[in-house]
């Protein structure tokens, strides 16, 4: 089932639910997905967007409330904070399981390898590497940081 379908049906089972705050959640995932599909269709693209690129748009969603989580809990407002995180919960349930850090230790070591990378001017072709073999599953900015640090000793 794609993304999407599962996405709508999520949308109906929190309404006959009347669970407010998935209903909310879901309505704002969809609404910004209607609009990047609209945009998209703007440049001749009719599909909408690929379950990969939905990814990439809840995994940005989450960036931003855990930005307003920060900004709230420095404003003292940990009733905001705590929606936001609540909403975060909601929104990872559609994404794939994240790599822990040491699966992504041990990804990166292999893909240098593979690669034979040897300096800090090799990451490029690395993080290319993992870019296109683990979209969505895993932190790039976690992953740079390995493959530097690796690539620097």
């Known amino acids: 089932m794609s993304l999407r379908i599962a996405l709508n049906e999520s949308l109906k089972q929190a309404m006959r639910g009347r669970e407010e705050l998935a209903t909310s959640v879901l309505r704002l995932i969809l609404a910004a997905l209607k609009d990047r599909d609209i945009a998209e269709r703007g440049k001749g693209r009719e599909g909408g967007l690929s379950d990969e690129e939905i990814v990439g748009l809840l995994q940005s969603m989450v960036k931003q409330r855990r930005e307003s989580i920060k ?19 909601i929104i990872e349930g559609f994404l794939p ?17 593979e690669v034979e990378a040897t300096a800090l001017k090799d990451i490029g072709k690395v993080m290319a590497i993992l870019r296109e073999r683990h979209p969505g ?17």
């Open 71 to 89: 900004m709230y809990e420095q404003g003292h407002r940990p009733e905001l904070a705590g929606k936001e995180a609540s909403e975060i919960e």
């Open 97 to 113: 399981r994240q790599m822990g850090d040491d699966e992504i230790r041990a990804v990166v070591e292999s893909t240098i390898a």
């Open 137 to 153: 599953t895993m932190d790039f900015a976690k992953a740079s940081a390995v493959a530097k640090a690796a690539l620097s000793a």
